[in-house]
């Protein structure tokens, strides 16, 4: 299987605790992207990298998550204290990045569902 | 504030008929992308739109946009079951190629 794979697919824990998700991007990527979605919305960015570099982060990814890309392959998230309101499907996105004529589609993973006790 | 605005939320579908579904945009973009996602499941590229006026076709959808208006518009033809799902548009409005915007997403639902 040559997609976007992510782990692990669920993970429930309690508030207070740290978690850590993984992705796998599509191996000829190099861009790869955290996007968050809660139920009855659409995924909200949270951070890309271009290889290893963190590009851009978004302000909603508050001080207590850190996301990693160190060889610019697969990337973590973590998410430390953990909240009530952090559950969520988390998505891992990956692309080419800019291919001029050809756009930038993302192709995303099956996402890790957290849910916080 | 970028938004990325969906109509209708939800859709009842009868089979076999032809519907519309829009996709609304706040600023200006000439990158839009349209997912599906099924209930519990992660999502799928449909189609990527990269010009005013871009037209995309696969099976019993078109996309189109035009960017001019800031909307784009899924068109549905003869619906069937199979294309009960939930529909996104998303738009890159970062101007550098990156993160995309996504609307609420609109609910499809077929009907015998």
């Known amino acids: 299987d040559t997609g976007v794979s992510q782990n692990p697919r669920h993970k429930i824990t309690k508030r207070g605790q740290n978690v850590t998700f993984r992705c796998d991007p599509i191996s000829e990527h190099n861009r790869l992207y955290w996007y968050r979605q809660t139920l009855g919305q659409g995924p909200e960015f949270l951070t890309y990298?271009?290889?290893?570099?963190?590009?851009?982060k978004s302000r909603l990814l508050s001080d207590r998550f850190s996301a990693e890309r160190p060889k610019g392959s697969f990337s973590t998230l973590e998410i430390q204290r953990t909240e009530q309101g952090d559950s969520a499907m988390y998505l891992c996105?990956?692309?080419?990045?800019?291919?001029?004529?050809?756009?930038?589609?993302?192709?995303f993973g099956p996402g890790t569902r957290l849910t916080v006790l | 504030e970028l938004k990325v605005e969906q109509n209708p939320l939800f859709l009842s579908m009868q089979e076999g008929k032809n519907y519309t579904i829009y996709c609304n945009y706040s600023t200006t973009s000439d990158r839009l992308y349209w997912y599906r996602q099924d209930p519990g499941k992660s999502l799928e590229s449909l189609f990527v739109?990269?010009?005013?006026?871009a037209v995309k076709q696969e099976g019993r959808l078109m996309a189109s946009l035009d960017t001019k208006a800031r909307l784009s518009t899924l068109h549905i033809t003869a619906a069937v079951h199979d294309l009960s799902a939930t529909y996104f548009c998303?738009?890159?409005?970062?101007?550098?190629?990156?993160?995309?915007?996504f609307g609420k997403g609109i609910t499809l639902s077929v009907r015998p």
């Open positions: 996105a990956s692309s080419f990045g800019d291919r001029g004529l050809i756009g930038n589609e993302q192709f």
């Open positions: 990298f271009q290889n290893e570099a963190q590009l851009e």
């Open positions: 998303a738009v890159d409005m970062s101007g550098a190629n990156s993160k995309l915007t």
């Open positions: 739109l990269l010009s005013n006026g």
